[in-house]
């Protein structure tokens, strides 16, 4: 297994190896270290395209903007159609797969004005395993995943940011808005914009690591630690009580198990993997 910095060496080898590239930027942890570490192997024949869509909240695109002028990468933007989309708005467990199929066809027009040769985006070693369809929609398309060529971890990233003095070092995980809903449930214009406001309010509050769960007309609350304990404060619990109902919702409530990444996803890799081996056994007899 490669040293940590026998993979940033590793990781460099591999980008200057594309050449001229298209980062798919989102101003995350993975993507701004994707992007730095673009910078620094190929220069300006490197370019960072951030979608725009109704699951991106306008918070993130403005930090997103920022970081990309603080790196020195050039970034344009691109708006995505997620919502023409019936197998994004059903909200199946493919939903992800529609997402990042809209999002690499238009990085495929960036690509070609510009003469790009290669597409790349932030997916890392950590995300193999888990219930990511979006993955085969970049597999399909050709999109390299360099971080897991390189094999560069979370904690790998999260370490090098720091050592790079990347601001995003330490920045909490985000997903687009979709998957605050629970699968199944259709996804709106309107549905987005209540969680985004709901989510903003909160992160006003001063919490910085949260998740709204979409449930109808019930709101589920997680928070990180931090946020929990912030709870605590009636006048808070009461201000945020307020804000969700004035947005639509009529229960509001903390879930106690606190914050989760791909909470909703519990459940689904197992029902997959569950669902292939059935096939299988069916098939050998």
């Not at 869509?53 to 695109?61: G, I, K, L, T």
């Amino acid at each position: 297994m490669l040293a940590f910095d026998q993979k940033l060496d590793h990781l460099d080898k591999i980008l200057k190896s594309y050449g001229r590239l298209i980062v798919a930027f989102s101003g995350g942890v993975d993507s701004t270290f994707l992007a730095e570490a673009a910078i620094r192997a190929v220069g300006d024949n490197a370019l960072a395209v951030t979608a725009i869509s109704d699951s991106y909240p306008e918070r993130e695109m403005e930090a997103a903007q920022k970081i990309a002028e603080e790196i020195g990468i050039r970034l344009e933007t691109v708006s995505t159609d997620e919502l023409e989309i019936e197998g994004y708005v059903s909200n199946s467990i493919n939903r992800c797969y529609f997402c990042k199929s809209e999002l690499f066809d238009k990085l495929k027009v960036i690509a070609e004005k510009y003469n790009m040769g290669t597409m790349v985006y932030g997916a890392i070693p950590d995300d193999i395993g888990d219930h990511r369809p979006g993955m085969d929609a970049a597999k399909e398309m050709g999109i390299r995943a360099p971080l897991i060529e390189a094999n560069l971890t979370k904690t790998d990233i999260r370490q090098a940011s720091k050592k790079w003095e990347l601001k995003t070092w330490d920045k909490p995980a985000f997903a687009c808005l979709s998957s605050r809903f629970p699968y199944g449930t259709r996804i709106t214009r309107e549905k987005l914009r209540q969680v985004d406001q709901a989510e903003q309010f909160l992160y006003d509050l001063g919490i910085h690591q949260f998740r709204v769960r979409h449930h109808d007309d019930f709101a589920r609350v997680e928070l990180d630690v931090d946020g929990i304990n912030l709870m605590r404060q009636k006048n808070i619990r009461r201000q945020i009580n307020q804000k969700f109902k004035s947005l639509g919702y009529r229960f509001v409530a903390l879930d106690l198990q606190g914050y989760r990444s791909g909470s909703l996803n519990t459940g689904v890799a197992k029902v997959i993997k569950l669902g292939l081996e059935a096939v299988e056994t069916s098939l050998n007899g």
